[in-house]
């Protein structure tokens, strides 16, 4: 396996993890989103969509973080990272949503470049809008987490949900953003941190880290 990835990447980062947890052994291709390496002509020829991550498994080239992990859970289901009742699969796919759709879009690079170059937004206002998102998505994450307390997002394994919820909170760290307001999402994530996969595939451990 191929995993083309930017070590700042949230959705790199929730692959990783999945990997990590799966022990899928892989070749790490870095991919520098600020220096805009992924509108270069050789790495069109691999990604049509031109966004990390992309796995390629053979002669199989996945997209989309969620559907490289459900692919992954698929392909190699031990350990398992959806619960094996319909309610729970469900609920561990909608915490992960809730952060892969509702929060990450808002806040990903391509947007922040947006606001900045073409909306000429100054530093400060983008950080604002940056920090409004993470914050109130999370508190959604919280309200979540609250109604079912567990050691991780849902049970007393790390899922899905798991690997969406901490490099979340890698980038809400980085942005300065409140989390005093969310203590279950907080919780998550330092029980996550205590595993080794969420560990060693912390964006500071990245060949390609600056």
């Not at 870095?30 to 002669?59: M, T, W």
């Not at 690079?109 to 409004?132: A, F, I, M, S």
Request: proline share 8%; hydrophobic share 40%.
């Amino acid at each position: 396996m191929e995993l083309y990835n930017y070590f700042r990447s949230s959705a790199s980062y929730r692959v990783r993890i999945a990997l990590a947890l799966k022990d899928i052994a892989y070749d790490y291709k870095p991919v520098h989103l600020a220096k805009n390496e992924h509108f270069q002509e050789s790495y069109a020829a691999v990604s049509a969509a031109r966004l990390v991550p992309l796995l390629r498994d053979g002669a199989h080239s996945l997209t989309q973080s969620l559907a490289i992990i459900e692919y992954l859970e698929e392909t190699h289901p031990r350990p398992p990272l959806l619960p094996p009742d319909p309610p729970g699969r469900a609920r561990v796919r909608a915490l992960a949503l809730d952060i892969a759709c509702e929060i990450h879009p808002l806040n990903n690079l391509r947007v922040l470049r947006y606001l900045t170059r073409d909306l000429k937004v100054g530093e400060d206002d983008k950080n604002r809008w940056y920090r409004h998102w993470v914050e109130t998505g999370l508190e959604v994450v919280e309200r979540q987490l609250a109604a079912a307390p567990a050691t991780f997002c849902h049970g007393d394994a790390p899922t899905i949900a798991d690997c969406c919820l901490v490099p979340q909170i890698f980038n809400a760290k980085r942005f300065d953003c409140k989390l005093d307001h969310v203590p279950q999402v907080m919780r998550v994530f330092d029980a996550c941190m205590k595993l080794p996969a969420f560990e060693r595939t912390r964006p500071e451990a990245c060949p390609d880290a600056e």
